[in-house]
Each structure stands twice: as structure tokens, then as C-alpha cells.
T-cell receptor, first 115, second 114 residues
Framework: AQTVTQSQPEMSVQEAETVTLSCTYD???????LFWYKQPPSRQMILVIR??????QNATENRFSVNFQKAAKSFSLKISDSQLGDTAMYFC????????????FGKGTRLSVIA | NAGVMQNPRHLVRRRGQEARLRCSPM?????VYWYRQLPEEGLKFMVY????????ESGMPKERFSAEFPKEGPSILRIQQVVRGDSAAYFC????????????FGSGTRLTVV
């Protein structure tokens, strides 16, 4: 079974600064997908970024980028130029390569962006 | 495209009553997933359905919980004889077939058992 671990329950960052959220996972699969989801106070789960394990290049979406280290089973999220609207819970998630399989989530990191 | 619609947004039930949570997937999505989120926890998978079929219910409690996704209409998650421990946010997500891009989530139903 796959497990996802987020070791930072809470973090804070000053507006306009950069912050990195950690995620590690455990799997015996060689091919899979990794995701970061954002959950603001509205409770809506919003996909932030996606990484395919067979791609060595780290995914980037505007101010959001990942550091994917497959051998270390590490998948951290970097948020640059943090904005107040980035305040939310952030969840790391794993999905097997077959597709249409359940996402496995970590417990989340609560990020507060401070003005 | 209205996205994944869940209702009600909030549901209060007394212990022993039944709770019915509804989920209408995005247009064109034929796969539905239900997740439960306890306070300060991540989302835990419960069940995965396609139209008229349960594909994977490995995360569903064996008693009191059931799910369906009929040919017509929304997917329903039913909790019979609710207990205080069932209080949580229940999320539905949907995807098209052969999806590798994660899922689209609804805004969840917060169930409170009093």
C-alpha cells in the first residue's frame, strides 16, 4: 500500500517570500503520479500542480514548482512570491499509473501567509 | 460547466438518523470517488464508482455505509444510523475515463451528528 507523509503540520511565510512544503511517499510502484492540492477556507480542493514520475523535469505552474527526487521518494512544493491568497491547507497526493485509481493523500500542511 | 456539485453543503443529523449525501459529477465524467475528511486530517478514500457499478469500496466501513451511482441522477452516499464519529466533511470527486490528471472535487458536505 502507498503512504504519503507531510511532516510539517503548520508553516508560515511573509508575503512576497518563498516557502517550501515537504512531502515524502512510500511505494513499490515504478511509475505513478504525484499531486499537490490546495484547500482554502472555502473547503474547495484545488489542483495546484501535477508530476509524472517517469519525467525527470520538475513541473512548474507560474509561482508554484516542485522538487521531485524519485530515488529519495520526495516531492516538495515551492511557492515563490507568496500572496495572501495562498493561505490554505496543502495536501500532497499519490496516484498509481493505471489511472482512475484512488488518490492517496497526506495529512496536509497549513500554510499562513503573513502581510 | 458547473463542475462537481455536492448537496447539501451542511447537514445536521441526530444520532440514529440517516444521512444522504448527493454528488453530481462534471459533465462528461463517468467516474465518481467519495472521500471523508476528519478534522485536521487529510482525505481518506471511501469508494469509487462508475455508472451502476461499484469498482472499489475498500475504504468504506463495512456497516451502515453504502454508495450508488445510478444510470440516471447523482451519486448518493448513504449513512444509516449515524453516530457522532461520522461527523466529518465528505467530498466527492469525478473524472473522465482513463484519467491521469487527478480529479475534480466538489466543495464537500459537512455532516454534523448531534
Amino acid at each position: 500500500a502507498q503512504t504519503v507523509t507531510q511532516s510539517q503540520p503548520e508553516m508560515s511565510v511573509q508575503e512576497a517570500e518563498t516557502v517550501t512544503l515537504s512531502c515524502t511517499y512510500d511505494t513499490s510502484e515504478s511509475n505513478y503520479y504525484l499531486f499537490w492540492y490546495k484547500q482554502p477556507p472555502s473547503r474547495q480542493m484545488i489542483l495546484v500542480i501535477r508530476q509524472e514520475a517517469y519525467k525527470q523535469q520538475n513541473a512548474t505552474e507560474n509561482r508554484f514548482s516542485v522538487n521531485f527526487q524519485k530515488a529519495a521518494k520526495s516531492f516538495s512544493l515551492k511557492i515563490s512570491d507568496s500572496q495572501l491568497g495562498d493561505t490554505a491547507m496543502y495536501f500532497c497526493a499519490f496516484m498509481k499509473h493505471e489511472g482512475n485509481t484512488p488518490l492517496v493523500f497526506g495529512k496536509g500542511t497549513r500554510l499562513s501567509v503573513i502581510a | 460547466n458547473a463542475g462537481v456539485m455536492q448537496n447539501p453543503r451542511h447537514l445536521v443529523r441526530r444520532r440514529g438518523q440517516e444521512a444522504r449525501l448527493r454528488c453530481s459529477p462534471m459533465k462528461g465524467h463517468s467516474h465518481v470517488y467519495w472521500y471523508r475528511q476528519l478534522p485536521e486530517e487529510g482525505l481518506k478514500f471511501m469508494v469509487y464508482l462508475q455508472k451502476e457499478n461499484i469498482i472499489d469500496e475498500s475504504g468504506m466501513p463495512k456497516e451502515r455505509f453504502s454508495a450508488e451511482f445510478p444510470k440516471e441522477g447523482p451519486s448518493i452516499l448513504r449513512i444509516q444510523q449515524v453516530v457522532r464519529g461520522d461527523s466529518a466533511a465528505y467530498f466527492c470527486a469525478s473524472s473522465p475515463p482513463n484519467s491521469y490528471y487527478g480529479y475534480t472535487f466538489g466543495s464537500g458536505t459537512r455532516l454534523t451528528v448531534v
